[in-house]
């Protein structure tokens, strides 16, 4: 079964930057439109960006200007750049389809903004 694998987080300070990787393998797998989702401690996972297969993008409002998700189909990968992070920012960070797969959802990777 094909895997998503996400990497890339870490600590950091507010108004700093993280970009987060998602590797998929199962090439079928890649091409469906793919997101990038968020979840902290006693809250619902929420969709961040999609991009789909032609590249074009979406967001929620609250990233929108800071966050740019972007796919390398030579690689297939998924990646999440995120600029000018802010404390609401902290969770785990996961990439899935979209919407999203209830067999897919990876390990996710921990985002920690400090204020």
């Known amino acids: 079964q094909a895997q998503l694998v996400e990497s890339g987080g870490g600590l950091v300070q507010s108004g700093g930057s993280l970009r987060l990787s998602c590797a998929i393998s199962?090439?079928?797998?890649?091409?469906?439109?793919m997101g990038w989702y968020r979840q902290t401690p006693g809250n619902q996972r929420e969709l961040v960006a999609t991009?789909?297969?032609?590249?074009?993008?979406t967001y929620i409002d609250s990233v929108k200007g800071r966050f740019t998700i972007s796919r390398d189909n030579a690689k297939y990968m998924v990646s999440l750049q995120m600029n000018s992070l802010k404390p609401e920012d902290t969770a785990v960070y996961y990439c899935?389809?979209?919407?999203?797969?209830?067999?897919?959802w990876g390990r996710g990777t921990q985002v920690t903004v400090s204020s």
């Open positions: 991009v789909t297969r032609d590249g074009s993008t």
């Open positions: 199962g090439s079928t797998l890649f091409w469906f439109p």
């Open positions: 899935n389809l979209y919407p999203p797969s209830h067999d897919h």
